[in-house]
């Protein structure tokens, strides 16, 4: 059996204690305190403690007055004075334990605030944790503490308290020979007397430490470390974040997320952050459209394998390819299928829009990676790692031998010509160089060298060889969203799919009767969504939307986290009740206390281009209740039954995440609905008891201006349009417009919501249009409120909406085209800033809340120009936009009627 070191051994019990044998400085003689007859002094007594019991054999001594005192504590632990002493110390031996002044000794005098007052007990860490030590050594029963004759008896037992910041520290996993475990509350370890001794905090590797180096501290560990992740050097730092300040035992039970998180959490935000905004799909469904680069891995957005692959390879669970079979070889390239496994990344993308350069490749098994277009030059350092330079102007040659001088056109691209079928490549990084100063995680630094010696130098590359799965934002990606109070995910996350005949790849197609509705109203099941060990997020037009599912929601709730911002997570059409409640439990848990989950089921469902519209209003249908009811006043069954479905789906989520979250103070639940309609609304919060479980009514305040005055049926016939085709209201319409003045004009076109006749108010599209249909949505919120249970007015989208009408046919292919290139030059414009001042003001004047702006860096395209940037390299004032925002954030000051204090 293992030997094991005493824990009890060497207390003495209280033998030798003598006048002379006390130490401790004073000049009494006595073994207790001695007072002369004829002194007139009163003499007074304090009980001295330690773990909130009597300490016998402590040494104590007061002066400063005309009589000295010394003695040594008995089992009752007093420690007497006289009145006129100024100095009360207290001694373990010849050790002092701490001072006190006579006038400010408490009774109890505790050992643990005399130790609090010295500064030598630092220094000491014997002394320093004598509680523990004396609570390890002589357990929590006995009715008194015995102090020993000094304190070198205790060290032995000090020698097994592992310790950070000089406190014991819980939670450490240990191994010692065939002895292992994990340090108690009191720091306490267990070492087989002829092993080392070595430890783990969520898995990384301390030590090992031999007898004669011990006591030992994660200080010391960690500095002793010759491990190159910066999770290692950093550790006492990042468990020291991660407990209370005022923690007396600290504990370093947490997980590698934990660590990973705290280490890239930055120092400091910017204040009076007070609006939001939309996060964008990982992967755009066009290879032409740019979008942010979420993480310093840019392999998570490449394209998924399938969609370029050899049609003949089968994939794993998480989507990677296990092997290339031999009829591969047989491709058919010339129709773009590859003969190998194929992906790209970056296609179409800028210099300016990602981190040029060398980046790291690491996968887990065996086979063989090639790489070309941005990046020819791969390098095989040794198995499972590459090096590779990424640049948007490479000549490489293409698969014919050929350069091509632009290969962003290409993107870069990535072949696994050889798979080991035994251990198939998997888990592939491909990790920008540099990494991030500790502390300032928006800004990526080269080396080591650009942080000051104060802050820590966190290598990208380190990070990911340790965790596959570490969540690493991008710093330029970090340095855009740290500036808005709330994100919503709904389309990082793919929440809102498309409705199944506008998909290249129909999951419906063919289908017919109940097939048909089956295939529609398929639900979503937990295992169905995208995790972090899913190969790559997202996917193109090629990629069916039932697999296209955007970034997990751990990467939400990461991002919420780290950015002290408030997350708004839109729940998908089909989820089922288990996936709602684990999607709340999952809330509950990670996300941090002071923050506010805003939830909304689906997005839009008005709106059919979308998936969730159609399936709303078949479950309507379904619905026996529901479908009996009466249409709503001047709707038709299709409105009626959509609309009540979703607020009772809505209202059954709700009281999920109410039964989860318990406290509804931190949520925000929230009901879509629209801009133009606030009879909408009032039909929303009307039902049941939706008023009762909603905390706000969101709509998407868009500006643009009159599309053309007239249209074509479903039959082909042309009409005029009700509210633009008046040429007195409505002087021009976009489709007239002929310089980038006149987009102005349009988009500044009059209206007056006090006239009855369409025909007659104006355009209603226009900014002011946007701005007086604010009013009537806050009206009907305000009719339902409470002093209790206020409701308010969100915008979960809003900004300018200059998009071209493709499927217009009265307007022609040329001017279509000549009309995306004002549009786009418009949101280049300073004006268009000046035209989201004014829409800012007007939301905030009409008295509605939290504005969310759609959306996300995104490079301008044939379907719109909604971004705030056109990427992430863009600067403020090459953004108009974007500036406008800002800028308009910046000037409040935090004042903003959600919540801002009176008189603000």
Sequence with gaps: MAKLINHGLLLFAMLFLTACGGGGGGSGSSSNSSTPVDSGLALESSVLTVNGKPVSGATFTSYGGAT?????????????????????AVYIGDVLIGTVASDAVTDPLTIESLLASNSAAANNSTLQNLPTILLEDQGSTVSSYALPANLAALDPVASTILTLNGKPVSGVDYVSGDTSGTTSQNGVFEQESDHSI???????????????????SIEALSAASESSNPLITNLPALLTDLNAADASNPIAGFRLYNLEQALLKPSSLPANRVLGVNLETPQAEADHINQPLITADIFRVARPFVEGSCNDIIYDANGWPTSIPDACANADTANGESKYAFTRILQFALGLSFPEGAYTVFYDGKGQINFSGMGCNGTRLEEGHYTVDVKAANACPDDSGKVQNINNIRGLEISITAI??????????IVMSGGICKGNPFERVTTEDSCSSETSFIEFAELYKNNDNVIVFNPEFLNFYKDFRVLRFMNSMEASPRRPESQTLNPCLGLSGTDYEACLLQSFEWQDRPTLDTAQWGGSYKTSVLKRLGMPIEVGIALANQLDAHPWFNIRHNATDDFVTRYAELLNDELNDNLIAHVEYSNEVWNAGFWGHHYVMQKGYNDTEISAMDNFPFRNSDFSVRTRYYAKRSIQIFKIFEGVFANNSRLKRIMGGQHKFAALADNLLGFEDAKDHTDAIAIAPYFHGCWNRQAVNGSGETYDHPSCSNTETVAKTMSEVTSLEQVFDVM???YDDSISDASLRGDPDSVEATIKLIAPQVAVTDSYSTDEHPIDLYAYEGGQHLTV????????????????DFFQAANRDDRMGEYYTRLMEGWKEAGAKQFVLFTSPQSFNRYGSFGLKEHLGMTRTESPKYDAVLTFQEALLGCWPEFSEAGC
């Excluded at 003695?71 to 006289?82: A, D, R």
């Excluded at 035994?422 to 990084?429: L, S, W």
């Excluded at 009408?805 to 001017?815: C, Y």
């Design 68 to 88: 000295d005192t010394t003695g040594v504590t008995t089992s009752n632990g007093e420690v007497e004075y006289y009145e006129d002493s100024t100095t009360v």
């Design 198 to 216: 070595s430890f783990q905090v969520a898995g990384l590797e301390l030590g090992p430490v031999d007898t004669d180096q011990l006591p030992t």
């Design 420 to 429: 080991d079928a035994t251990d198939p490549i998997r888990n592939i990084r």
């Design 748 to 750: 500044n076109g009059v």
């Design 805 to 820: 009408n493709w499927g217009d046919t009265l307007v022609s292919t040329a001017r279509k085209n000549s009309l995306l």
